[in-house]
């Protein structure tokens, strides 16, 4: 999908292509969250979701050493991870195996974490983690332990430090 032609566009090209991927991306999630409802009986797991996202998570690589794309490409990986799971929400969820994509999300997520804030230091990472620790917890309720946990240990730390310089910021004001 994505060749060196486009990459050569520079962040131009970012706005372009990571919404295709996105899209794209969607359209599996949606056909494969089909065939793993149960009414289909098929088989499928979301390990079959994970297996279907590695493609679109290599094409997300490719635009990682695009100046100033990774807020865009940080975002892109979140959602695809987010792809990754299927509906949990049937009487009968999705079952769960190796889960490849998995520690690619979160590793990419993690590398990601800090030039995205060198990009934009306004960024809200505080949100981020609080939506990351919920989705980790409402997974856990169907046996998956391990949802980013190196990403939200890295933002976790963050935030303890943010609040830490915030907390000595009000005893000199104090």
């Not at 991927?21 to 969607?26: E, F, M, N, T, Y």
């Not at 009414?39 to 679109?56: C, E, K, P, Q, V």
């Not at 989705?135 to 332990?145: R, V």
Request: aromatic share 10%.
């Amino acid at each position: 999908m994505i060749s060196r032609y486009h990459l050569g566009k520079g962040p131009g090209a970012l706005t372009a292509l990571a919404p295709r991927i996105r899209a794209d991306a969607h359209k599996v999630y949606v056909n494969a969250c089909e065939a793993i409802s149960p009414a289909y009986a098929s088989g499928a797991t979301s390990d079959h979701l994970s297996i279907a996202m590695l493609y679109f998570l290599d094409e997300a690589k490719k635009l990682v050493d695009i100046p100033r794309g990774a807020g865009i490409v940080f975002d892109l990986v979140r959602q695809l991870g987010n792809y990754s799971y299927g509906d949990l929400d049937y009487d009968v969820p999705a079952r769960y195996g190796d889960r490849p994509s998995d520690e690619i999300v979160d590793t990419m997520m993690q590398g990601l974490a800090l030039p995205r804030y060198h990009e934009d230091p306004d960024w809200d990472f505080s949100s981020v983690l609080k939506a990351l620790k919920r989705t980790a917890e409402y997974l856990e309720e169907f046996g998956i332990k391990d949802y980013c946990v190196q990403t939200i240990a890295e933002l976790a730390c963050w935030e303890s430090i943010s609040l830490a310089d915030t907390t000595s910021a009000m005893d000199v004001d104090g």
